[in-house]
Every structure is written in C-alpha cells, then in structure tokens.
C-alpha cells in the first residue's frame, strides 16, 4: 500500500475510505425484550446464535423503570421479538421466519 504514502494520499485516501464505509449495508437490529431472569429467553438467544452475523441484537429489559409501557405490553409474552423496529416473533425463535425476514431486508 506504498500508493496511500504518495502525495496524492491526502486526495484519495478520504474518497477511498467513504466508498468503503458507504457501501457497507448497515445491519438489521433485532430487540429482545426481556427480563432477568428469563430462561427462555436465554434459550432463544443460543437458537441465535448460528445468525448472529446478520444482525445486531438489542436487549430491552422489561422491568426497567423506563420500559413500562414495553412491560405492560410484553409481561406474558417474553421473549418478543422487533425486527428494524417491526415486530417479528414471540414466546420462541422461529428459525423459518427469522431466515426470511434477514433475507428480504439483505436482498433489498
């Protein structure tokens, strides 16, 4: 990479790394909403874990005094699942709908 040490580095060296990073997709967020403790919700994150790769997870905790609202929503319910804020799933990781819906969001 003697090229970057070249006057014109200062020139390219910004263009070429915009391009880089602007060309990147950004990575769906999957929210668990969840309390502690959950065992099934610890379950549902090993299901998990094979995708971990094509998604950034997000932990809500439930009982937080901030997350009431998510709370009286959800306190039956955990764990539920928010796909880029849509929700997608509760009570157990459905595999099937999980690939699905990574897929659509990748191919688009």
Known sequence: MHW????LQKT????LTQRLFCSQKQLPILTLFTKDPCPLCDDAKEVLEPYKHRFILHQVDITAPDNKVWYDRYKFDIPVFHL???FLMMHR???TL???SLSKLEDS
């Not at 970057?4 to 006057?7: A, I, T």
């Not at 390219?12 to 263009?15: E, G």
């Open 4 to 7: 970057l040490r070249s006057p």
């Open 12 to 15: 390219f060296a910004p263009l």
């Open 84 to 86: 880029n804020g849509q």
């Open 93 to 95: 990781v459905n595999t």
């Open 98 to 100: 999980l690939e699905k």
